[in-house]
Nanobody, 111 residues
């Protein structure tokens, strides 16, 4: 199993980024996918999840209305669209399913 995140970077407050996680090694469409993040000095926290079909999504309150999770099962990819970014969104963002984790992609929100 391999999960590879991309799309992180440095963005100004109020900006947007779209993270991608491309999966391989398992039947992608049958697994719930999750995005986690870990900010400096903080514990890793769940940000969003999406069911295998994409029909059920959950977004944590701290980012609700700003972040959207989606997936393209034909491309084995899950996305995290992040809008209206704030400095407190600065973190390493990880893709996850079951016990498997990607290497993470850094998001830094700073002017």
């Amino acid at each position: 199993v391999q999960l590879v995140e991309s799309g992180g970077g440095l963005v100004q407050p109020g900006g947007s980024l779209r993270l991608s996680c491309t999966a391989s090694g398992f039947t992608f469409s049958t697994f719930t996918m999750r995005w986690y993040r870990q900010g400096p000095g903080k514990e890793r926290e769940l940000v969003a999840s999406i069911s295998g079909t994409g029909g059920i999504t959950n977004i944590v309150p701290s980012v609700k209305g700003r972040f959207t999770i989606s997936r393209d099962n034909a491309k084995n990819t899950v996305f995290l669209q992040m809008n209206s970014l704030k400095p407190e969104d600065t973190a390493m963002y990880y893709c996850n399913t079951v016990i498997w984790w990607g290497q993470g992609t850094q998001v830094t929100v700073s002017s």
